[in-house]
T-cell receptor, first 112, second 116 residues
Framework: KQEVTQIPAALSVPEGENLVLNCSFT??????LQWFRQDPGKGLTSLLL?????REQTSGRLNASLDKSSGRSTLYIAASQPGDSATYLC???????????FGAGTRLFVKA | DADVTQTPRNRITKTGKRIMLECSQT?????MYWYRQDPGLGLRLIYY???????NKGEISDGYSVSRQAQAKFSLSLESAIPNQTALYFC???????????????FGPGTRLTVL
């Protein structure tokens, strides 16, 4: 059974710092991995989608990497800003099915 | 306008009441999903539908039912609400097939349900 873990559960950093959020999964037979952002009272916004055949995806200040063999993905945020404060969720979709398993998220707070 | 909408956005109800949460999408996607989110937990799948005639249970379907009224509409019902169904509920959609869209999921804004 696929399990997705995100560490840390919460993170506070000063503005301008580069940071890494971690996601680990137990079953390497994945179809894709998706990173989301969730703001309080709002839905999930898709940030990056990495297919199983890819190693990384980039969008602006965000870079997501995928290492299937070790069951890990990282979301790198460069030059963090207060507007980056949100909860970041990692979600894994396994091969042979459509179900997506979510991690519990990392709550990020960027201090001005 | 939002691609995936949910109504209501907030609802407070009492134990034993029947509640319906509605989801509509303009993305033209075939697949629709209902999830619930509890504090400290990831999203968990309640029900999913691949098309109008296809309904499937997710990992936590007990106490819930769904209706796919049209390709663009997917409703979630709580026949007799109980307090442990207090949660944030999300509707999501994904594209028509794997070759075209890679099944990236798109979420609605959520419905916060409180059962007293």
């Amino acid at each position: 059974k696929q399990e997705v873990t995100q560490i840390p559960a919460a993170l506070s950093v000063p503005e301008g710092e580069n940071l890494v959020l971690n996601c680990s999964f137990t079953d390497s037979a994945i179809y894709n991995l998706q990173w989301f952002r969730q703001d309080p009272g709002k839905g999930l916004t898709s940030l990056l989608l990495i297919q199983s055949s890819q190693r990384e995806q980039t969008s602006g200040r965000l870079n997501a990497s995928l290492d299937k063999s070790s069951g890990r993905s990282t979301l790198y945020i460069a030059a963090s800003q207060p507007g980056d404060s949100a909860t970041y969720l990692c979600a894994v979709r396994n091969t042979g099915g459509f179900k997506t398993i979510f991690g519990a998220g990392t709550r990020l707070f960027v201090k001005a | 306008d939002a691609d995936v909408t949910q109504t209501p956005r907030n609802r407070i109800t009492k134990t034993g009441k029947r509640i319906m949460l509605e989801c509509s999408q303009t993305k033209g996607h075939d697949r629709m999903y209902w999830y619930r989110q509890d504090p400290g937990l990831g999203l968990r799948l309640i029900y999913y539908s691949f098309d109008v005639k296809d309904i499937n249970k997710g990992e936590i379907s007990d106490g819930y039912s769904v209706s796919r009224q049209a390709q663009a509409k997917f409703s979630l019902s709580l026949e007799s609400a109980i307090p442990n169904q207090t949660a944030l509920y999300f509707c999501a959609t994904s594209g028509p097939n794997e070759r075209e869209s890679y099944n990236e999921q798109f979420f609605g804004p959520g419905t916060r349900l409180t059962v007293l």
